[in-house]
């Protein structure tokens, strides 16, 4: 099973994937993809239900490690990377305050024995203000609604203060006002120079909001400029190799360009 590196760059941080086969128990759910995020770029992985879009964040973050081929980050290590993972695959039984579980997202700074500073309430108060949240520092998990737990996931993501940012489906069950004010988050982080990647399913908002887009269907089916990845002839093959998958199939080579 092929690792995934993390290597040092100077020009910002880079999602690599290089033949890249991904999958569980030697069965690829992802299969041969070739892509490149640059440094500050802003891009939308988008495609059919099933098509293999959170597995290729997980195995950026090394939660799900190839079979075959190279995933390179460039410019930050492992633990430098924030992951936004599905709103579903968040605990929110236990009883934890708005403010702790935010500030939880300056363990990468602080490491488990670094103590808490008071620019450090600051930071967290900053950030739960920047995401409209004065006043929820108290307030348990439990009782927040599906927009405003995104909301404290942002604000916790944004102390991470990371090069490489990847969400998953961060705007599902999440109101339009809530989706805007997120996504205006997310374009201030790629404007201050951060490499941005979020799995997406609404395309309105990927035209709208995303200049590139990375298009995959189990395999990579365009990438580039968003208006020429999305067109009808792209999508439509998309969802026919989706629907033709065989979940069954095992891993097969690397396939080489003569």
């Not at 702790?100 to 967290?124: H, P, S």
């Not at 920047?130 to 599906?146: C, K, M, N, Y």
Request: glycine residues 8%; contains cysteine; hydrophobic residues 45%.
């Amino acid at each position: 099973m092929t690792a995934i590196r993390y290597q040092p760059a100077p020009d910002g941080a880079t999602l690599a994937f290089l033949n890249a086969t991904i999958g569980y128990d030697g069965h690829p759910a992802l299969h041969h993809v070739s892509a490149t995020f640059a440094p500050g770029t802003l891009t939308a992985v988008v495609g059919p239900n099933g098509a293999g879009k959170s597995t290729l964040l997980k195995a950026a973050i090394g939660a799900i490690r190839p079979i075959g081929g190279e995933v390179t980050v460039s410019g930050c290590r492992r633990n430098e990377i924030a992951y936004l993972p599905q709103l579903a695959e968040i605990d929110r039984a236990f009883p934890l305050p708005v403010f702790d579980f935010v500030a939880m997202g300056l363990w990468g700074r602080r490491g488990a024995f670094g103590g808490f500073r008071r620019a450090d309430d600051e930071d967290v108060a900053r950030s739960l203000a920047a995401v409209g949240l004065v006043g929820f520092e108290g307030r348990l998990l439990d009782t927040l609604s599906g927009g405003q737990l995104q909301r404290v996931l942002f604000a916790r993501l944004a102390l991470q203060d990371a090069p490489l940012i990847l969400l998953d489906e961060p705007f599902t069950a999440v109101d339009d006002r809530t989706t805007h004010e997120l996504m205006d988050v997310v374009a201030r982080w790629n404007a201050e120079g951060r490499t941005v990647v979020a799995v997406l399913h609404d395309f309105d908002l990927v035209r709208r909001r995303f200049p590139r887009a990375l298009l995959v269907a189990r395999r990579l089916i365009a990438e580039g400029d968003t208006a020429a990845v999305l067109t009808a002839d792209h999508l439509a093959a998309a969802r026919r190799h989706v629907e033709a998958w065989d979940e069954t199939a095992p891993f097969c080579e690397a396939e080489h360009t003569p």
